[in-house]
T-cell receptor, first 114, second 114 residues
Framework: EPEVTQTPSHQVTQMGQEVILRCVPI?????FYWYRQILGQKVEFLVS????????KSEIFDDQFSVERPDGSNFTLKIRSTKLEDSAMYFC????????????FGDGTRLSIL | AQTVTQSQPEMSVQEAETVTLSCTYD???????LFWYKQPPSRQMILVIR??????QNATENRFSVNFQKAAKSFSLKISDSQLGDAAMYFC???????????FGKGTRLSVIA
């Protein structure tokens, strides 16, 4: 069964550094999402992406965040200047065409900011 | 804004027994989708079951079934013949129709006792 893949599984970065989290969505999916989950808390929406542009973003997704689909297969989340509070599990999800299709999640990237 | 409430932070069940996890939500929409996701200790997010609001019939997937009460805005998950591998965090999630993000509850941690 096709799946969403995320790399790396764990990223450790110094505060203030830039980090790029990578995702390969399921190949025929058109809608892409990033969510984050701070340890012990619920999953929160960051951003959705469709047709090469951001569809919707939450208030968490401020100017330090950006997303890109550079080559038609990868979907990346960049955090420009990381802060301690960016430490979390970051999940990528994708959804196929059809309004009722569920979002399929990757295994997540655990981001630790030191 | 839509909200999802899971009132049981933790639940436990004996192996082979049945357990029901509660979820309520708040929305003014009539067309939407509801999901249960499982998050084992490995932190993946695995889709368990989904329900379209326009369908009166409750969804079932093997040992997993839901009790969808649209008027009461309730969406509980029943796990029958519980297995050790069912131990995980379970998240209830809501999505409007269209390309909209998931809204998650805070989760219920399910323990399965051998």
């Amino acid at each position: 069964e096709p799946e969403v893949t995320q790399t790396p599984s764990h990223q450790v970065t110094q505060m203030g550094q830039e980090v790029i989290l990578r995702c390969v969505p399921i190949s025929n999916h058109l809608y892409f999402y990033w969510y984050r989950q701070i340890l012990g808390q619920k999953v929160e929406f960051l951003v959705s992406f469709y047709n090469n542009e951001i569809s919707e973003k939450s208030e968490i997704f401020d100017d330090q965040f950006s997303v890109e689909r550079p080559d038609g297969s990868n979907f990346t989340l960049k955090i420009r200047s990381t802060k301690l509070e960016d430490s979390a599990m970051y999940f990528c999800a994708s959804r196929g065409p059809g309004t009722g299709q569920p979002q399929h999640f990757g295994d997540g990237t655990r981001l630790s900011i030191l | 804004a839509q909200t999802v409430t899971q009132s049981q932070p933790e639940m436990s069940v004996q192996e082979a027994e049945t357990v029901t996890l509660s979820c309520t939500y708040d929305t003014s929409e009539s067309d939407y989708y509801l999901f249960w996701y499982k998050q084992p200790p490995s932190r993946q997010m695995i889709l368990v079951i989904r329900q379209e609001a326009y369908k009166q019939q409750n969804a079932t997937e093997n040992r997993f079934s839901v009790n969808f009460q649209k008027a009461a805005k309730s969406f509980s998950l029943k796990i029958s013949d519980s297995q050790l591998g069912d131990a995980a965090m379970y998240f209830c999630a809501y999505r409007n129709s269209g390309n909209t993000p998931l809204v998650f509850g805070k989760g219920t941690r399910l323990s399965v006792i051998a």
